[in-house]
Structures are given as C-alpha cells and as structure tokens.
T-cell receptor, first 110, second 112 residues
Framework: SQQGEEDPQALSIQEGENATMNCSYKTSINNLQWYRQNSGRGLVHLIL?????REKHSGRLRVTLDTSKKSSSLLITASRAADTASYFCATDQGYQKVTFGTGTKLQVIP | NAGVTQTPKFQVLKTGQSMTLQCAQDMNHEYMSWYRQDPGMGLRLIHYSVGAGITDQGEVPNGYNVSRSTTEDFPLRLLSAAPSQTSVYFC???????????FGDGTRLSIL
C-alpha cells in the first residue's frame, strides 16, 4: 500500500497565485522529499526535509513537516506556467526503501 | 554527465514474451531502484539495490528479475510479460537511500 497520500489530487490556479499541496504518511520516517514530474519525463528532486526539521525553504518553495500529525506541505509562491507538473512526496522509512505518494497534478493558467 | 539513461524509451510486447529494460548511471551511485508508475497509483517500488551484487524486493516484485553485476548498470527483466505489466517504468539512482534520487526519463511498455 502507498505510504504517502497527496492532497488535493489536482489543483488549478492562476499564474501569480500560491499553490499548496499536502502529503500524509503512515509510519515514522527518516526524511521526506518532494519531487516534480513534468509530462512525459522522469521525476526531479526539489527539496528534502529531515525528521528533526520543521520547515525548509528553497527559492519559491517552502516545505513544512509535522511529524506528530505525520504530514507535510509544499507551498509554491508566485506560481508560473512553468510550474505546471505533478508533485510527489517520498518518504524514507528505513529498511532501504523509499516510497512515493500518489501525486498532486498542478495546472498553472497563464 | 548523462545521469540516468534508460533504454528503450518505448516498447510493445506480446503476452508471454520476455525482455530486459536497461538502466545505466554514470554518477557512481550505490543505490539504484526500479519503479512502475500507473495512473492513480503513484510510483511503486519493484526492486532495489544498495550496491553491486546486492538486490532486494520492493513492493511489487512479482514477474520481475534484477541483477547488479556492476555499479553502473541495473537491468530489469520481465520473465513472461502480462497485460498487467503495461506501465511506465522508471529507474533511479542515488549515493544512498537517504539522498535525493536521480531519475531516468522512463520506458513506456505496452503488453498486448
């Protein structure tokens, strides 16, 4: 079964707006990563947050992690048409396995 | 640097045929993995390897074989293709499991 579940499944916003997507997971983790996938391409790593961190920033990206609620959120500020993609969270649970969520499909309308 | 290279990009097979999906990386990464991506299911781990000569099963290993004779290569073998194996297959690599993974662009496989 999937470890991570992203919410919402799909999101459509206007260019310039902020986009927020959430990830919930089931078991304790070592770290959580967010990836982007453009249509027809492989996944590209965006940001990694460790279990002892609560917030992390990278450019227009802000990631939060709440281990007590087993959830994380990815905020993309001032979105651009080029941000149109699917976004996945991935959790490192130990046992040499990384598992991915089902993804949020983001559409940014110019 | 080529990164992670997957071949072929597209393949159509008949039920019962076998084939090997190739994956090569030039970053000297120890950890390599194979995922399949199906609509609404996200990515599911098939097999992974923590170094040459060491492989292990992921979430959906049935019908697939892997081997890791070198650090660079991690081929995925379909033993007897079934329509349920129609999917997009991604290979990924990283220095360790805990580091960000680098993905290939995938192999789109259809089983008729």
């Amino acid at each position: 079964s999937q470890q991570g579940e992203e919410d919402p499944q799909a999101l459509s916003i206007q260019e310039g707006e902020n986009a927020t997507m959430n990830c919930s997971y089931k078991t304790s983790i070592n770290n959580l990563q967010w990836y982007r996938q453009n249509s027809g391409r492989g996944l590209v790593h965006l940001i990694l947050i460790r279990s002892n961190e609560r917030e992390k920033h990278s450019g227009r990206l802000r990631v939060t992690l709440d281990t007590s609620k087993k959830s994380s959120s990815l905020l993309i500020t001032a979105s651009r048409a080029a941000d149109t993609a699917s976004y996945f969270c991935a959790t490192d649970q130990g046992y040499q396995k990384v598992t991915f969520g089902t993804g949020t499909k983001l559409q940014v309308i110019p | 640097n080529a990164g992670v290279t997957q071949t072929p990009k597209f393949q159509v097979l008949k039920t019962g045929q076998s084939m090997t999906l190739q994956c090569a990386q030039d970053m000297n990464h120890e950890y390599m993995s194979w995922y399949r991506q199906d609509p609404g299911m996200g990515l599911r781990l098939i097999h992974y390897s923590v170094g040459a000569g060491i492989t292990d099963q992921g979430e959906v290993p049935n019908g697939y074989n892997v081997s890791r004779s070198t650090t660079e290569d991690f081929p995925l073998r379909l033993l007897s293709a079934a329509p349920s194996q129609t999917s997009v297959y991604f290979c990924a690599s990283s220095y360790t499991r805990r580091e960000p993974q680098h993905f290939g662009d995938g192999t789109r496989l259809s089983i008729l």
